[in-house]
């Protein structure tokens, strides 16, 4: 199943170069998924730790992206629990905690594709003043 793709994301080249792949885009949840290539691993053969963030980033941009105002992340981290590998997929699924005026908290669990948790990310969300593009715009 694959979510109907909003303009931030048919415009984000960073998320395309990588194969993401969006299953979800609710309110304050989603889920999206990327093979890990060969290209994507360090000095040790596992996969660096930038581009499980970067997808972890991603699922947490579609997520804290509800209304018709740009948001970003204020602050995010992430501990790495289990390495992976050339093939594997990963999957990111975020989901909101709390909304409180302009900010907003919001966790990721990266899984492999046995459900094996690889990361845990939270990130923090700042709701700008501008107004996001519509797709008229693109």
């Known amino acids: 199943m694959s979510a109907a793709i909003r303009p931030m994301m048919q415009r984000d080249r960073a998320s395309a ?3 993401m792949q ?3 885009d609710e309110p304050g949840e ?5 093979v890990v290539r060969d290209d994507m691993l360090n000095g040790f053969e596992i996969t660096h730790g930038g581009f499980v963030f970067a ?6 941009a579609i ?3 509800e209304g018709d105002r740009v948001t970003v992340a204020s602050g995010a981290e992430i501990t790495f629990l289990k390495a992976t590998r050339e093939g594997q997929t990963l999957t990111a699924r975020a989901t909101r905690r ?12 990266v899984t492999d ?4 948790v690889v990361a845990e990310f939270r990130g923090r969300s700042l709701v700008t003043a501008a107004v996001a593009p519509s797709a008229s715009d693109i």
């Open 113 to 116: 594709e046995s459900g094996d």
């Open 98 to 109: 709390v909304v409180s005026g302009r900010t907003g908290l919001y966790d990721v669990t």
């Open 22 to 24: 969006v299953q979800r």
């Open 55 to 60: 997808l972890a980033d991603t699922a947490f």
């Open 30 to 34: 989603s889920i999206v998924s990327m």
């Open 63 to 65: 997520a804290c992206n």
């Open 17 to 19: 170069a990588l194969g």
